[in-house]
């Protein structure tokens, strides 16, 4: 199980980090991953992280902006956000999968999804 934390409703240019704790599974086996959803949109990739964190990679419209990092002794994924825009609102959804996640970016095939959690910025 992926249980996400952390979301909240930030003014923009403010911070939140997402924390993602996993059980039930070898996490240090998994590459991670955080998606968001907006309303009305689909599902899209915002940033994925190495089993081992060696590499990472982010969508365009959050580099710079939010940097991924995890505890493998804590089985925890975060997703650190700063600089924050309303176009930033979403639930967000960290994911868990054995494929290369950080290349691929895909929201397909993910073996663990997480329940979300509501990140709402306002302008």
């Known amino acids: 199980q992926l249980q996400a934390s952390g979301g909240g409703l930030v003014q923009a240019g403010g911070s939140l980090r997402l924390s993602c704790a996993a059980s039930g599974l070898t996490f240090s086996n998994y590459n991670m991953g955080w998606f968001r959803q907006a309303p009305g949109k689909e599902r899209e990739f915002v940033a994925a992280?190495?089993?081992?964190?060696?590499?990472?990679s982010f969508a365009d419209s959050v580099k710079g902006r939010f940097t991924i990092s995890r505890n493998n002794a804590k089985n925890t994924v975060y997703l650190q956000m700063n600089t924050l825009k309303p176009e930033d609102t979403a639930v967000y959804y960290c994911?868990?999968?054995?494929?290369?996640?950080?290349?691929?970016?895909?929201?397909?095939?993910?073996?663990?999804w997480g329940k979300g959690t509501q990140v709402t910025v306002s302008s």
């Open positions: 992280i190495s089993w081992s964190a060696g590499r990472t």
């Open positions: 994911a868990a999968d054995r494929s290369d996640l950080v290349q691929s970016q895909s929201k397909h095939g993910i073996d663990y």
